[in-house]
């Protein structure tokens, strides 16, 4: 008796092909912790769609119930060439998500980044035109249904809340962008469609958020969230700020997802006055303070700025719909490799090791303590 008790769990488990993780661990994670406010998400990197490595594999399920692809599913990797698409890796990164009943988020449709080279080459508005409505057409009507919320534009502002002269507002003026929502829309009308960008929080550019949000609901596209990305850092922005951005989002009638978090402890060469960003940066020991372990004192500091953001979340859970770390460990940041190559930084919740991190015990504890 004592046996098939011990083992039903998991005999489940193998039957449904999901993840290998027992019920008890279950209980103490991100996601059942904060199940009633909103979704806890993660951005998986290639090997982890394809589920190289059994231990990210199973603290990506017993952590996580959202998911984003951190790359495959831009345009130059899923649309490499004009008449050809490649769903090989965002075949498997949906069938990931259902197979372990997660919220699947697309990133993203229409970004100036990481185009494919035949796309940079587009100059005119006949082509654009024709690109944007196949790209966005193919890519949502394929996985209809399937895939719960898209970022359909990515980073269309500049800092000082202006619309940023990209290829797309270069051939196509304004109002590519609310075309790129009602292409969207109709391919898919029941997906949710978000506007996703960095530095939300800062006025000018939370500005330029609310009136680009604004001009594209009316010219007609639907608009459900704002995508704030939340690459920051232990001081800035303020809670001030974050929370003025929720509440002045949400007042646009959409909910407001936070969908890369991430903390850099490091330097930020951009400080420095008079500093030449580029690869003098490189191999001087300043801009890496930590090769090797955090210390302590940042440990702390860390836990707690990720506890007075989670607080604030929890405070306003009822305008948040997602909250989604840019990627599961330590390990794997862009931030080892940004602005400067090579660094050793600590943004997230678990350690290179996969190990929680005193931050996790601290936005755990938000939790335990209500309840
Ligand atoms: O994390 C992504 C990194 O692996 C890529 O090299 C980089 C390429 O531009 O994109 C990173 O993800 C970005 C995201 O797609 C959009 N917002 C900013 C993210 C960090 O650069």
Redesign the pocket.
Known sequence: MKFINHCLPLLSLMILGSCNVKKTELSSSLKNSYKNDFYIGT?L?ADQIEEKDAKVDSLICRQFNAITA??IM?SMFVHPQKDKYDFALTDKFVAFGEKNKMFIHG??LI?H??LAPWMEKIKDSTEMKAFMNDHITTIVSKYKGRINSWDVV??ALNDDGTLRKSVFLNTLGESYLADAFKLAAKADPKVDLYY???NLEDPAKREGAINLIKKIKAAGGKVDGIGS?G?WNLNSPSLEEIEKSILAYSALGVKVAF??LDITVLPNPWDLKGADVNQKFEGNPKMNPYPETLPDSIQNKLAQRYADIFKLFLKHKDKISRVTF??VHDGQ???N??PIKGRTNYPLLFDTKLQPKKAYNSVMQLKEVKE
């Open positions: 951005a990197s951190e790359n831009k990133h993203t970004w980044s990481q990515n980073e996703n960008d960095y990305q690459h969908t890369e840019w990627g940041s862009w931030l490799d940004w």
